[in-house]
């Protein structure tokens, strides 16, 4: 966190007086973060579910997608990409060399002195919010048919909306499995050797950051859903499982030569809109047994990266805590510059995702003060409020 205060003085005349005026302007937030000395990251690579997907499931006959309007409409050209929020995903923000959203910073609040102060202010702000692994400005998908040969040198997601650690969960939404994401993985590594040759793409390989996003969907859209799982695990033995897979997982792409991996949590899965309309009551309360089920597993999953952590050498595994930090933004809002945490900005937000969020929903008057877009995934302002307060511990537990 910075706390900066400026002091500026201003000079004016005022008939035949010259008078000076002293303002103070006080800053606070997130720091500027950057990575050490010497040291560079190539690619951003991600596998995972919605909140990394930026497209691989366009061209899928499934129920999860995102490529039409309103979604992308903060975006590039307000252009749809498939992306399942309104402009950029966490991905997006991870990989970002550009400054935060531009659009939002500018709402931020100070007397109007002149445009020439505001400019500097806003040269200010931006500069100091300037966030990101410094690789480009946005994470385009592996299968995006424009995807160009400077994308692969630089990193894709291979993410699939509505996947899983559990295979199950993929089949049942009819989407990319974490296992073919790894297959496509090794293409890419194959494409990359072709490209810039042997040498070149081990040093990206290996000096890649790797992002995995994934255990939201196995509990609500799989084992609290469908009874297959549920017949022969309780919530202890299913997390214990989705951790295991995700170990498996990890070693997988540490075979393939990735050394710097962080594995997000499960957010708090019973404060998500939609949740809270179908299992929290009259009053839309935060479901309490899917929070815990969350607690559960990530205690699990933060423990078994822990021990594995200290076996492959060499190699620095994280978890990116994603339960905190957004239970503080939902019950701390006006902290955050939000002002709405309990449903999405897409038509009255408490039922609406993917292609029940259309042309035809009704939007909210100002995306940015809503933690949610739809009422699944988190707007580009939320997405933007996470990732800067994760990310300086974040490039402490990995460089």
Wanted: charged share 20%; proline share 5%.
């Amino acid at each position: 966190m910075f706390s900066v205060y400026f002091f500026i003085i201003f000079s004016f005349s005022y008939g035949s007086h010259s008078h000076f005026l002293v303002t103070s302007v006080y800053l606070h937030g997130n720091g500027a973060t950057y990575l050490p000395d010497n040291v560079s990251v190539p690619a951003i690579i991600a596998f995972g579910d919605s909140l990394l997907d930026p497209g691989n499931n366009n061209r899928l006959m499934t129920f999860t997608k995102a490529n039409f309007p309103p979604y992308g409409k903060d975006f590039v050209g307000g252009k749809p990409t498939g992306r399942f929020t309104n402009g950029k995903t966490l991905g997006d923000f991870l990989d970002d060399t550009q400054t935060s959203n531009k659009k939002h910073t500018r709402n931020a609040p100070f007397f109007s002195l002149g445009p020439q102060f505001s400019s500097f202010l806003l040269i200010l702000i931006d500069f100091i919010r300037n966030q990101g692994f410094g690789v480009k400005e946005y994470l385009p998908a592996y299968l995006d048919p424009s995807i160009k040969d400077s994308d692969l040198l630089t990193g894709v997601s291979f993410a699939s909306g509505g996947s899983g650690y559990d295979p199950l969960t993929s089949t049942l939404a009819v989407v990319i499995p974490l296992s073919v994401q790894l297959e496509m993985f090794k293409k890419y590594i194959s494409k990359l050797k072709i490209k810039v040759g042997e040498e070149q793409a081990k040093h990206i390989i290996a000096n890649s950051v790797y992002f995995i996003s994934a255990g939201s969907n196995d509990f609500l859209t799989n084992y609290y859903i469908y009874p297959i799982r549920r017949l022969r695990y309780d919530v202890f033995g299913y997390g214990k499982m989705l951790v295991k897979f995700a170990m498996d997982y990890i070693q997988e792409i540490h075979k393939l030569g990735a050394r710097r991996i962080v594995v997000f949590s499960t957010p708090p899965l019973g404060c998500i809109p939609i949740e809270r309309t179908i299992a929290g009551g009259l009053h839309r309360k935060c479901v309490d047994k899917y929070n815990k089920a969350a607690q559960l597993f990530n205690s699990m999953l933060k423990q078994e990266i822990l021990f594995l952590a200290g076996r492959l050498p060499e190699t620095r595994v994280a978890m990116a805590d994603l339960y905190n930090p957004l239970i503080s933004i939902i019950e701390n809002p006006h902290q955050y510059g939000l002002e709405v945490t309990d449903r999405g900005c897409c038509g009255i937000g408490i039922i609406e995702m993917s292609f029940s969020c259309n042309k035809l929903s009704k939007l909210c008057r100002d995306d940015s003060k809503f933690l949610f877009w739809d009422s699944l995934h988190p707007t580009e302002k939320g997405c933007d409020i996470y990732i800067n307060l994760i990310l300086p511990n974040l490039l402490k537990s990995l460089f």
